[in-house]
């Protein structure tokens, strides 16, 4: 079993910054891979990235590649997202989720998840 929770979501302006926080805890934390979606007010959930449990290589969806950026802390069982140059349509429930297996940027395959932070880009 593991439990995350999210945190760092808020308002920011367009083009601004923010860095959101995974805490992860539970049983084996570091045998799962990590990953960041996001569901938009009306849209479907999307992969952001992901980090695999074994290197900590990270697989990023193309769309968001460059302006957000994954890494994790295994000290502290943490994993954080920063994203930068923040655009209007990045506004949404920011999550971050666990899977047992290798790096996948499809939300069915994991196994847990946090309730989520949300994300607002606004003037």
Request: proline content about 4%.
């Amino acid at each position: 079993q593991v439990q995350l929770v999210e945190s760092g979501g808020g308002l920011v302006q367009p083009g601004g910054s923010l860095r959101l926080t995974c805490a992860v805890s539970g049983s084996n934390p570091h045998f799962y891979s990590m990953g960041w979606f996001r569901q938009a007010p009306g849209k479907e959930r999307e992969g952001i990235s992901c980090i695999h449990y074994g290197d900590d290589s990270i697989t990023y969806a193309e769309s968001l590649k460059g302006r957000f950026t994954m890494s994790r802390d295994r000290p502290k069982n943490t994993v954080y997202l920063q994203m930068d140059r923040l655009e209007p349509e990045d506004t949404a429930v920011y999550y971050c989720a666990a899977l047992r297996g290798l790096c996948a940027l499809v939300g069915d395959f994991y196994d847990y998840w946090g309730k989520g932070t949300l994300v607002t880009v606004s003037s």
